[in-house]
């Protein structure tokens, strides 16, 4: 099943997918070989097995499972009736012993939902019966996407172009990308050109990172931007790569998107046949002396960038860079302790430039059309445009590009409005971190920085809308239970805080002396963002929505 797959540790994940895609689960037996292929301990081969949400390791008198469907029942999804649905199938394929069902969180199809994956399958909105039927169809491979096939999307990479002929330098960029005020697009909002030229002022070898693991929940917007249109992205991407000076590529794409994976396989195949005709067109670019252009520095590796395509396995945490780079690595997702940052030691110790995707999708666009003219977009004093992933109480959930400093209420308008027969009561701004904001807010724009005064913060740019049908406290509670789920257990104060903070919750009055000190301790002794983070939405109930949890 590892046919052509190197026995190299950093494709342990690899491995352990190609074993579990071949065999339906992971036992004992499959776990000692591959340590031995691998010439690793079996500690550390069981450890990434056990750790990853999306590997089975089976008791040693346990059959594989023939295919797993899984039921998301995080937020969006549960407000659409996920808990029916994976009922009614449990219920449906129960005499089929084959068959497993397991309720998951976000899969990032919040706009189709509930949305179920069978196999390989996305299947969005999802009912019990069909899901019955595709499993007993069999046919639970990737499910094709809107940009399949090359005519669907056509695309002149015309930038990098530009880059590689020597039109456009590489100083030139970065001031276009400062004009812009392009930010970090995943959450963290740092000025793109900022770690660009943080890390192209780091010694060599460098490497990039794009960061397709969005799993926030109610964040479906890479995965929207890839299905629809990835070539900008990976046209930013090599900009990128031309500008910092990065010698390998990694693009790391979470499980739960396995149709995004299979496009990126084809379009990165086409993308070394772009690059050969690169290489012929503009060798100066690519490193080969020219006498009209002496010592200039080669944008490109000689033989092009080498791009790595790497499958994530179920665990929210991996969206965290640092987490993400353990991972590249073949290990166990734990974020690590900083400094130092990844932008001086990433990926094997190299610096790294680590992207989420969405914001190597718009270089192109600042580039074409120039970085003032794209920050020009913004309104209320905000730069640029934003795709915001709209769920819940909406009537058209759904991916919207507004300009960034639009409010919750445009952008629930350009959602089509609230759903019939709904009023909207509250929203998250920001996924399950991001705290929950009462509808007398609506009209803040929505954007980094600007809902710091009330507590919130925009992240990933996810609103998850909540109407007079539903309660704050089952949301906070869902989003609990999200991060005690997603936890990586590293440090106590996450670990054993959200377990805490779960039981607490759970009560009709909430204990806000308990929780006031427990709240503390995540905040200032979390290692990472999740811990940190977690006690936003309960805060947020605390703040707005006191009625609810008080005598
Ligand atoms: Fe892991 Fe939570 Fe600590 Fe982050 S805060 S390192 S997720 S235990």
Redesign the pocket.
Known sequence: LCDGLAPRRDLLIEHLHRLQDGLGGLTRDVLAALAERLRLSQAEVYEVATFYHHFRVLPDDHAAPRVTVRVCTSLPCALAGAEAVLARVRAAVADDPAVAVEAVPCIGQCHQAPAAWAGQRQVAPADASMLAAIVASGETGPRPLPASGAPAQPHDYAQLERLLRGELRPVDVLRELEASGLRGLGGAGFPAWRKWATVAGQPGPRDGVVNVDEGEVGTFKDWHTLAHAPRPALEGMLIAAAVVGLERLWIYVRDEYPDVRALLHEELQALQARLQAWRQRYPVAFGVPHPDTPGQRPLLPAAGPEILLRRGAGAY?CG?ES?LIESLEGRRG??RLRPPITAVRGVFGRPTLAHNVETLWWVPTVLRDGGAAWAAAGVRGRVGWRRYSVSGRVRRPGCYLLPAGSTAREVIDAAGGMAEGHRLYAFLPGGASGGILPAALADLPLDFDTLADHGAFVGSMALIVLSEADRARDAALAMMRF?AH??????????AG?TQALALLQAPVWDQTRWAALSQV?RDA???????A?PNPVDSVLRYFAHEVTP
Request: aromatic share 4%; net charge negative.
């Open positions: 945490v965290e987490a734990l974020p991060f997603e936890s990586c257990g590293q440090c106590t104060p996450c670990r959200t995540m979390s290692i990472c963002g999740l811990g940190q977690a």
